[in-house]
């Protein structure tokens, strides 16, 4: 049986070009899907230093992976990375009274031959600890961060995505924004180190 998802659009170039999809689309191995998630602490704090296309603030994002007839989502979440069914994925328990906004995305063709083997290194990397931290190169990983990681090693350590710095402030602002100030201090530092990073955006607008 054919998974399908109601794409609201669909991101088809390596820029910030995109077309609206005004079926149902079929899911393929290796498309990513975007989230953007109506509450939370930490996804607030993430929409408020990132910016998104077509109005989204995208705050997770994970990849496709069908196996046999089952269709699944390999994502970087709390507490580990896991293989994630697409249902629970697309309508997690946690929020269920807001299910988060879900946009697909497809790789350009060039970059098709390397699916198969950033799904392989996906699936390596289940059980890892999520990275709440935001920090790279240390054997933890967030949602994107995992993205950009197994695109990475797929393409012999040629990146495919760029890294966007995490400065964790709102766009035009000096200042941390309270709820990065809040998260900041749970990691017992009020001067957190700006990193470049990967986020939802910076692979969103490179599909």
């Known amino acids: 049986m054919k998974q399908t998802i109601r794409a609201l659009f669909m991101l088809v170039a ?4 995109c ?3 005004r079926a149902a689309t079929p899911l393929r191995n290796g498309d990513l899907i975007f989230q953007e998630s109506c509450r939370g602490t930490m996804n607030d704090a993430i929409k408020r230093v990132t910016t998104s296309i077509s109005g989204y603030q995208f705050t997770h994002v994970g990849i496709v992976w069908i196996h046999q007839k089952d269709t699944f989502v390999v994502e970087a979440t709390r507490p580990r990375v896991a293989i994630t069914p697409l249902k629970e994925f697309l ?3 946690a929020e269920k009274a807001c299910p988060p906004v879900s946009v697909l995305a497809r790789m350009k063709p060039r970059f098709q031959s390397l699916i198969p083997q950033a799904i392989e290194e996906a ?3 289940v059980g890892k600890d999520y990275d709440s931290a935001f920090i790279l190169n240390n054997d933890m990983y967030y949602c994107s961060e995992l993205i950009y990681e197994i695109f990475l090693k797929a393409n012999q350590n040629v990146p495919v995505f760029t890294l966007n710095t995490m400065t964790f402030k709102a766009p035009g602002s000096k200042g941390f924004t309270p709820e990065w100030l809040s998260i900041i ?3 017992g530092s009020l001067s957190p180190k700006v990193n470049r990073e990967s986020t939802p955006e910076p692979c969103q607008k490179q599909m």
Do not use: F, Q, T
């Not at 390596?14 to 070009?17: F, K, T």
């Open 185 to 187: 201090k749970s990691w």
């Open 91 to 93: 309508h997690p328990e």
């Open 19 to 21: 077309s609206v999809a």
């Open 14 to 17: 390596i820029s910030i070009s």
């Open 123 to 125: 699936r390596r990397l």
